[in-house]
């Protein structure tokens, strides 16, 4: 089975950095079982595969990684794929921002936009999506400002604690996942640049 | 059946980045010690994580915990060549600096300076953040960190060739690479499930 990384990252078989990978055998094992308990589980259970697919869409288009978001979303019904694309264009920024407790840190608060999708793009999302897009829209560009009451709107939408964990591992392992592809790749690129 | 959101009892809330211990208290109902099954061990990999009220809240997805938890063994612990640990300390306590993880940034801070002895730099990345004079090898790696973490990614050939000039070799690099990338990860379960205290 394809190695998710090494694939996206354009690490090839016998290159210079699938050596270097293998000195790191079971990261490299256990990045690619993260990737599998979250996108390909044995039970699903309360977070479908296709809700998987499609908040991973997302993160990645928060991120600008058209490339790992193609590979996410892929298999996704085109409705919904639209529906992530309008969430992506209407939510992207810079990251991270965000507040710290009062105190000292204060000097260092800075500001961006929270988001929730209009109720028109929540209708196509459906609300347990929309809820999940908005949560995940704060874990990747502002989770400084992560409260409890974030979590209350993600159990009112209707998801539960185990839920809430499995949505909250999709967005923090795919920031993982995109930096370790995106530094990666470029290691790679100045090995091949270089006599 | 609507399971609330946990209020922490009242609790000194740390304003400033610290190598003090801290605690951390869950904001959703972590699983009950008695409630876990050898699945559930499994996914903890180190029993004595079961007294974790953290690691008891992730175990409710034990596969992706599992999974977690190896990973992060593996980029920190590996002793075969590479960044020595310190600094892969370094990248960790750098990144959570960045993104704002006290909880984390303390942890990894305190295993900075225990591995690398360099206590008052360490304490000055936590006072002064990733902008801190550190000298020009631990620089190079913060900034390399820190233009990871970034959204969207800032990390080019200029930091990979900076990290060359200060010494590193290919497997050092990746290291930099993973520990950086894996603290995304962490920190971003750390903040937004629960907070920490003094």
């Given at each position: 089975?394809?190695?998710?990384?090494?694939?996206?990252?354009g690490?090839?078989?016998?290159?210079?950095?699938?050596?270097?990978?293998?000195?790191?055998?079971?990261?490299?094992?256990?990045?690619?079982?993260?990737?599998?308990?979250?996108?390909?589980p044995?039970?699903?259970?309360?977070?479908?595969?296709?809700?998987?697919?499609?908040?991973?869409?997302?993160?990645?288009?928060?991120?600008?990684?058209?490339?790992?978001?193609?590979?996410?979303?892929?298999?996704?019904v085109?409705?919904?794929?639209?529906?992530?694309?309008?969430?992506?264009?209407?939510?992207?920024?810079p990251?991270?921002?965000?507040h710290?407790?009062?105190?000292?840190?204060?000097?260092?608060?800075?500001?961006?936009?929270?988001?929730?999708?209009?109720?028109?793009?929540?209708?196509?999302?459906?609300?347990?999506?929309?809820?999940?897009?908005a949560?995940l829209?704060?874990?990747?560009?502002?989770?400084?400002?992560?409260?409890?009451?974030?979590?209350?709107?993600?159990?009112?939408?209707?998801?539960?604690?185990?839920?809430?964990?499995?949505?909250?591992?999709?967005?923090?392992?795919?920031?993982?996942?995109?930096?370790?592809?995106?530094?990666?790749?470029?290691?790679?690129?100045s090995?091949?640049?270089?006599? | 059946?609507?399971?609330p959101?946990?209020?922490?009892?009242?609790?000194?809330?740390?304003?400033?980045?610290?190598?003090?211990q801290?605690?951390?208290?869950?904001?959703?109902?972590p699983?009950?010690?008695?409630?876990?099954?050898?699945?559930?061990?499994a996914?903890?990999?180190?029993?004595s994580?079961?007294?974790?009220?953290?690691?008891r809240?992730?175990?409710?997805?034990?596969?992706?915990?599992?999974?977690r938890?190896?990973?992060?063994?593996?980029?920190?612990?590996?002793?075969?060549?590479?960044?020595?640990?310190?600094?892969?300390?370094?990248?960790?306590?750098?990144?959570?600096?960045?993104?704002?993880?006290?909880?984390?940034a303390s942890?990894?801070?305190?295993?900075?300076?225990?591995?690398s002895?360099?206590?008052?730099?360490?304490?000055?990345?936590?006072?002064?953040?990733?902008?801190?004079?550190?000298?020009?090898r631990?620089?190079?790696?913060?900034?390399?960190?820190?233009a990871?973490?970034?959204?969207?990614?800032?990390?080019?050939?200029?930091?990979?060739?900076?990290?060359?000039?200060?010494?590193?070799?290919?497997?050092?690099?990746?290291?930099?690479?993973?520990?950086?990338?894996?603290?995304?990860?962490?920190?971003?379960?750390?903040?937004?499930?629960?907070e920490p205290?003094?």
């Amino acid at each position: 089975m394809t190695d998710v990384i090494d694939h996206l990252a354009g690490i090839g078989p016998g290159s210079a950095l699938d050596a270097v990978r293998a000195r790191r055998p079971e990261a490299r094992r256990q990045a690619q079982a993260s990737h599998d308990a979250l996108f390909a589980p044995e039970e699903p259970g309360e977070v479908t595969l296709e809700e998987r697919r499609a908040l991973a869409a997302y993160v990645c288009g928060l991120h600008g990684e058209a490339e790992i978001e193609a590979f996410h979303a892929e298999g996704l019904v085109a409705g919904l794929r639209a529906a992530i694309a309008e969430a992506v264009a209407g939510s992207r920024g810079p990251g991270p921002f965000g507040h710290y407790p009062s105190g000292p840190l204060s000097a260092e608060d800075s500001e961006g936009p929270a988001w929730q999708p209009d109720a028109a793009l929540a209708e196509r999302l459906g609300a347990r999506l929309a809820a999940a897009c908005a949560h995940l829209h704060m874990l990747v560009l502002h989770p400084r400002d992560a409260a409890p009451a974030d979590l209350q709107r993600l159990l009112d939408a209707g998801w539960s604690a185990t839920g809430i964990v499995t949505l909250s591992q999709i967005a923090a392992f795919l920031s993982f996942q995109i930096r370790t592809i995106r530094g990666l790749a470029v290691l790679r690129a100045s090995l091949e640049a270089s006599p | 059946m609507t399971e609330p959101v946990l209020t922490p009892p009242p609790h000194a809330v740390p304003a400033a980045f610290t190598r003090a211990q801290l605690d951390w208290l869950p904001w959703l109902e972590p699983l009950a010690p008695e409630a876990l099954t050898p699945r559930h061990m499994a996914a903890l990999v180190d029993a004595s994580r079961a007294g974790s009220p953290y690691f008891r809240l992730l175990a409710r997805d034990p596969a992706a915990l599992e999974a977690r938890t190896r990973t992060d063994k593996d980029i920190f612990y590996n002793t075969d060549a590479g960044l020595p640990r310190a600094e892969r300390e370094l990248a960790a306590a750098a990144t959570s600096r960045f993104n704002g993880c006290i909880y984390c940034a303390s942890v990894h801070a305190r295993f900075a300076a225990t591995y690398s002895k360099r206590v008052e730099d360490v304490q000055r990345l936590l006072d002064e953040g990733v902008g801190a004079a550190l000298g020009e090898r631990w620089e190079a790696i913060v900034a390399a960190s820190v233009a990871l973490s970034a959204t969207p990614v800032a990390f080019g050939p200029e930091h990979v060739a900076r990290l060359r000039q200060v010494g590193l070799d290919d497997l050092a690099i990746a290291d930099v690479i993973q520990s950086a990338a894996f603290f995304n990860w962490a920190n971003r379960l750390m903040l937004s499930l629960g907070e920490p205290t003094e």
